[in-house]
């Protein structure tokens, strides 16, 4: 059932790996007006469209895609006649070793395969995988697999099946094969801006992200915000990490991270940045709401540190101890650092006064402080002990503070 690659070329002769073997109008359009298309599941919808339109009988096609995500090893992205939109499903690092992967014709493409074909009109009794019999069960009669090559070796694969009695013609089929070298471009360069869209967010978070690839990347340029401060700091984590096996440090250090960044970012705060073994956060203040999320944000952490504290109790390991700083005001929000490497962050007066807040937690015993300008902007001076004022490192002003109140 296999096609071979061939056109005639002027002489009458089949040239062997010409491509296109034909012009159509689908490639014009995948080459040249996709480029206002930021979403390749979009661009697969309306690809498979013209295709039906233009008598190829496709009635399902998947694309399948490896990426640089914290959570996820890949996505699928899934078509089937008459859907408007694609499916997108992600997939947690592990499935590769799972028996529905490894027993699947997408690993045997992982694995180098040029081509996986099957007609799907059989008994059954010789299909090789398990997704033959769902696809025939389907209705389907037909399955194509081919690899999409980015640069540096990066395999990605796509899939074409079709319920036409007998399956695809050979010029389907020449007519799909044509398309792998301009959907491959195309999947490349919006895979690749997925790609840093993930990592920037990973890496600098959520804004930060946005105002990076919107080109705020020259070295001092920013902008002055008004936000809510969060500075958190893990207690005695030298003595820990000196005593502790390496992995177990590790794992310590992001279930601390987890519970305390969960509540941040659910509550609408931005994680600016990890340091060690602490964090620096944002609520800005655009949000009316900001304080009282970044309140909900501390309690939310602090009841997700009690069950940690509980886990590590039951396995013989003492409970975690941590500060938290919390100030109002205006911050430099921006691109800092050398010529080369640049740090997207916050500074100023306010972030200081929340570091100095978090450091001053270690002596008056209180796991959170916050400043008088956070609690009367908050409006919550009920719910907390006014320590007194206390003169803070580095400031002019000794400092009004706050605890939440003990129950």
């Known amino acids: 059932m296999k096609s071979s690659f061939k056109r005639a070329d002027a002489s009458g002769e089949a040239a062997e790996g010409v491509w296109p073997i034909r012009r159509r109008r689908i490639l ?49 992205i899934l078509w089937t006649k008459g859907m408007k939109e694609a499916k997108i499903n992600t997939f947690a690092y592990g499935v590769e070793k799972t028996p529905q992967f490894l027993n699947s014709p997408v690993n045997e493409i992982h694995n180098g395969a040029g081509e996986v074909r099957m007609n799907l009109e059989g008994d059954g009794e010789q299909y090789t995988y398990p997704l033959y019999q769902e ?28 319920n036409k009695p007998g399956g695809f013609d050979d010029d389907h089929i020449d007519f799909l094969r044509d398309l792998l070298p301009a959907l491959t471009l195309v999947s490349e360069i919006r895979l690749k801006n997925i790609m840093a869209r993930t990592m920037l967010q990973t890496y600098v978070g959520p804004h930060a992200s946005e105002q990076i690839l919107s080109g705020v990347t020259t070295r001092g340029s920013g902008m002055t915000v008004g936000a809510a401060i969060m500075i958190c700091d893990l207690r005695d984590f030298t003595s820990i ?9 590790i794992q310590l250090l992001n279930d601390y991270f987890d519970a305390i960044s969960d509540p941040i970012e659910r509550n609408g705060g931005e994680i600016l940045k ?87 937690t270690k002596e008056v015993k209180r796991p959170v402080l916050l400043s008088r300008a956070f609690v009367e902007m908050a409006s919550c001076d009920e719910e907390m002990d006014d320590l007194g004022t206390f003169p803070l490192r580095g400031l002019g002003e000794p400092v009004d503070v706050f605890a939440f109140r003990d129950t």
Not at 47 to 73: D, K, Y
Not at 145 to 153: G, K, L, Q, R
Request: glycine fraction near 10%.
């Open 241 to 249: 990490s000196d005593l502790w096996p390496r992995d177990d440090v």
């Open 28 to 76: 014009d359009w995948l080459v040249n007006e996709t480029r206002g298309e930021r979403f390749i599941d979009n661009i697969l919808v309306e690809m498979c469209e013209r295709l039906l339109a233009a008598g190829v009988p496709v009635t399902r096609s998947s694309l399948h895609f490896r990426t640089n995500h914290p959570q996820w090893i890949g996505a699928r």
């Open 135 to 162: 696809l025939r069960d389907g209705g389907f009669t037909e399955y194509i697999a081919w690899p999409v090559e980015h640069t540096f070796d990066k395999r990605h694969i796509v899939t074409f099946s079709t």
């Open 274 to 360: 990890f340091m060690g073994d602490g964090l620096l956060a944002i609520f800005p203040l655009t949000k009316p709401t900001a304080c009282n999320d970044l309140l909900s944000a501390i309690r939310g952490g602090q009841a997700a540190m009690a069950r940690l504290n509980k886990r590590l109790r039951r396995a013989g390991r003492d409970p975690l101890r941590y500060g938290v700083g919390v100030h109002v005001g205006d911050v430099m929000y921006g691109n800092i650092g050398s010529r080369r490497r640049l740090d997207f962050t916050v500074i100023g007066p306010a972030v200081n006064i929340a570091s100095r807040l978090e450091s001053l």
